[in-house]
């Protein structure tokens, strides 16, 4: 047997064969980003389940703002989605929108929301993630439906993720002075009078860190900013 070595691979497998488990109860089939905290205290969450025995097969992030409040978008309406079995936590309504998901290597991959969203995800081990995987082989099955171990699991894999990482991706610190400008909603003009250049070089220098951290666009960099924890607020 092939063993799976990427993210990739394991998604593509059951992409290309999305065989529902046999049972008369719910059951979906897919996979998923199980949930980033960011240090704007936002939450992102993914599922693509291409096959689901309630519905066709769907796209789902989901959303929870500083205030703790939830909410859930998908590529089918809220009762044939994630919202079917979590919408009475929240009083926001369920938003049914276009959600485009493409890897763009094999470790990571970009999901975006015309209008509303432009994530990249970068899949990696860190100390965090293999904590969990050594604590989650060894949980017994109701462990995880106990609010007190799941509240302790959340604390392990949020904190982490919330420390500010210096030089993410090897960026430079004069890169990272960018990013966090651009984040903070600077124009190239006002990165430009920060750093005292001119602002063609502004223009170039925000270019190659694009290039570098692999997004496009300013909503982009302020993802990669917020979910690397090198600005608190943007």
Known sequence: ??????????????????SLPSGD?????????????????????????????FSPGYR????????????????????????????????????QCDIDVAWVTPWSLFVGMPGLLEWQIDIRATSSTRLMSEVGERLPELAWTNPAVLAVLGR?????????????????????????????????????????????????HVERTYAEIAVSNRIGASMYALRHGLVKNA
Request: one cysteine or more; proline letters at 9%.
């Open 156 to 204: 392990a894999a949020g904190q982490p993720a919330q420390r500010p990482n210096l030089r993410p991706d090897g960026l430079t610190p004069s890169k990272i002075e960018v990013l966090c400008l651009v984040a903070r909603g600077a124009s190239n003009k006002e990165i430009a009078a920060s750093l005292v250049i001119s602002e063609k070089t502004a223009r170039n």
């Open 60 to 95: 789902s992030v989901w959303h929870r703002d500083p205030e703790r409040l939830w909410t859930f978008y998908a590529t089918t309406p809220g009762p044939q989605s994630c919202a079917r079995f979590f919408s009475s936590a929240t009083p926001n309504d369920t938003v």
């Open 25 to 53: 109860d719910e059951r979906f089939v897919g996979f998923g980003v199980m949930g980033l905290p960011f240090a704007s205290r936002h939450y992102l969450a993914l599922r693509q389940f291409p096959a689901a025995s």
């Open 1 to 18: 047997m092939t063993r799976l070595r990427t993210p990739l691979d394991a998604a593509t497998a059951v992409l290309q064969n999305p």
